[in-house]
């Protein structure tokens, strides 16, 4: 899957922000912290493992790129996280009393070994956790991309065997067929107030697959994108800022 290499700051003045909307989901599905120790799996630049510590939980973040672990470690030095990422962590078994993954089982390159990976370091009964995204971002870098007259590039798949339908049945299905156990699924929709320079921020510093796409745009075509991208945010903002709806489906489930 795509590289997310040198995307942290951009990504930290962008969709940090959105990506944090299923907080409140997380810990309400996660129950009582206690001081017990959670791992927050690719934990980015620490704004989840940051809420989910303000929650009760000693938290251990987890993350491979190393802009995004810089990024966190000016942002929430408070963090304990470490270099790491599915679907093999360097945790021993049965290390940790609740697990989280916060969008990344949609990036990982074999969803069901990575779920399966989550369940091997929670302790036995363990609350499980992760979201990924039924509606993406990617709608609206879809209209902008039809406003410029370009073609986006298609969503890049896993092979058959190791994809899985992006649906809350289709996670929910995956994530059994992984290792989870009594996996349930709901789906939370909100609107994302984005900043305008926040937009621009994710696509001029390569977040994403839209920001992989603009930067990958010769000068004119990049120039008709911006055009385009202005527009739309012209016509569609209010105070700055474009709102957008996105919808998550979070799924909780235990290890054996």
Request: charged share 20%; proline share 5%; glycine share 10%.
């Amino acid at each position: 899957m795509r590289a997310w290499s040198g995307v942290g700051a951009a990504y930290a003045a962008s969709y940090a922000d959105l990506c944090a909307g299923t907080g409140d989901a997380i810990i309400r599905a996660l129950g009582p912290a206690r001081s017990r120790p959670l791992l927050d799996v690719g934990s980015g630049t620490g704004a989840l493992g940051a809420l989910l510590a303000d929650a009760g939980w000693t938290v251990t973040g987890c993350e491979p790129e190393q802009t995004m672990r810089e990024v966190s470690a000016l942002q929430h030095p408070e963090l304990d996280v470490r270099d790491g990422a599915l679907p093999s962590l360097r945790f021993p078994d049965a290390s940790f009393d609740a697990v989280t993954a916060n969008f990344v089982l949609n990036h990982v390159p074999d969803p069901r070994a990575s779920a399966g990976e989550m369940a091997r370091v929670a302790k036995a009964d363990a609350t499980l956790v992760a979201t990924i995204w039924t509606v993406s971002p990617s709608w609206f870098w879809a209209a902008v991309c039809e406003r410029a007259g370009l073609t986006p590039r298609p969503r890049e798949r896993l092979p058959a065997d190791k994809d899985f339908e992006r649906s809350a049945t289709g996670f929910g299905r995956m994530l059994s067929e992984g290792g989870w156990h009594a996996v349930e699924v709901s789906e939370i929709t909100w609107a994302w107030h984005a900043p305008v320079a926040a937009l621009w921020a994710s696509a001029e510093g390569g977040v994403a697959s839209a920001g992989a796409f603009y930067l990958a745009l010769g000068a004119g075509d990049r120039e008709l994108f911006r055009q385009a991208f202005d527009a739309y945010c012209g016509e569609n903002a209010e105070d700055g800022a474009v709102i957008l709806e996105h919808t998550a489906a979070v799924a909780v489930g235990r290890a054996r």
